[in-house]
């Protein structure tokens, strides 16, 4: 079994005058596919607006807006309304770019850069803020508290906010694309195995079905569950083993079974990670801002 | 054979186009869906305070004018009252003068009445006197006329006291 995971596709270069020759990789081609979305579904949300007698389309799109900027101001205060694009930005981009991996398309949240990119521009936020309300002498001689020895390691854990907010939400996409390259790869040499032993002849492989289907009218004359299910599987397993032995090879089991681990990877981990890095945006800022 | 990255690379482009990608994102969300839903919610809020602001002036409208009507209402009571007073007092009075009037006009008839009844007598007396001379002067030439004997002057006596009773 032999599993490699890579990152991005580099599609070409491009030269650039003060790069030089730069990839051209997939995440910007995936990038730029997922603003296309967002943005085509969010101007679709946001034309035909009445103030009175709203359609459906209206009601989700002021239901979105509504938990937006309760979501802002829940954990920002009512003073902080202008963060509400860039936070919604984050959290549509995040979340549009972690799904969009399920259609099969590379996930631009799946390179470190693009969390590290959003990651840098909440540091300069927080940067201003922090500037902004002690004032920048203070904000420097913050750095040698409470010793000047200090000083290293003060400005590590400044530099430090944005690398950690890259690389959590970094690495829990990374997991879940390592752990579904790892399931494919077991499901495909399971497959082979399986398929090797009962596809080794076609005699195994139709008496196999012919045992399923008995199980099964077996299981469904009883009445009993555990005939029927096994008959299924059986049957299932008999038929596409004798396609196998006729020449038709495919890694049968990647079928299906490969959405189970993803239900949590790809769905809940990419919905909650776009909520976490803008939980972190809203509340670091707030906590820089002081007040 | 397509040529990948590996699984975590450092790469300036990329990191420069994804901050970019996310000032447009951020921009084009704000122009196309956020600016609009709070424009519409705006005026959505202005429009329900407009409707409370326009209920709370029809209110104090209404006010006014059952404030007005209610003065309006007790100005005419009075004024009617004053008309009643009025008119009960010129009633009142016209009604002592008419009497008055009454009164002195029986006054004066009856005076005229007595002055009246004064006269008719006086002049019943002057025309008794003329009566009673021109009778004597009749009878004065009468008498003169013809010699009078004793039975015929005291027969003509009475008869002259007998006219002159009759003219009295």
Known sequence: MDVSINGARVLGYINLPLFGDVQITQTLTAALLVMIIITGVLAWLGSGLTVTGISRKQAVAEMGYNAIVNFVRGNMGPNFDYYIPLVFAIFATSIVSNLISLLGIWSPTADLMTELAWGLVVFVNITYHKIKSSGIKEYLRGFLDPIPILLPINIMSECFTPVSMACRHFGNILSGTVISALVY?????????????????????????????????????????LPLVLGIIAAILGVLAVFTNLGVNYPWLTIGIPAIPSLYFDWFGGCIQAFIFCTLTTLFIKQAAGD | MDLYQSLVTVNPVTLIAQICNLF????????????????????????????????????AEAEEIKRTYEQNMREARAKADDLLLNAQRSANSRSEEIIGQAQQAAAQIKQKAAADIEMEKKKALNDAKNEISGLAL???????????????????????????GGAV
């Open chain 2, 24 to 59: 447009i994102q951020l921009f084009l969300a704000k122009k196309f869906f956020l600016d609009k839903v709070k424009a519409i919610l705006d005026q959505r809020r202005e429009a329900a305070d407009k409707e409370i602001t326009d209920a709370q002036a029809a209110r």
């Open chain 1, 185 to 225: 790869a077991a499901l495909v040499a399971a497959n082979n195995a399986l398929f090797n032993l009962l596809g080794s002849s076609l005699y195994v492989a139709i008496i196999v079905a012919v045992v399923g289907i008995a199980l099964f009218l077996i299981g469904k004359k009883l009445g009993k569950k």
């Open chain 2, 138 to 164: 009749a009878i004065a030439g009468k008498v003169v006329a013809r010699e009078l004997n004793a039975a015929d002057q005291e027969q003509m006596i009475d008869r002259f006291i007998n006219e002159l």
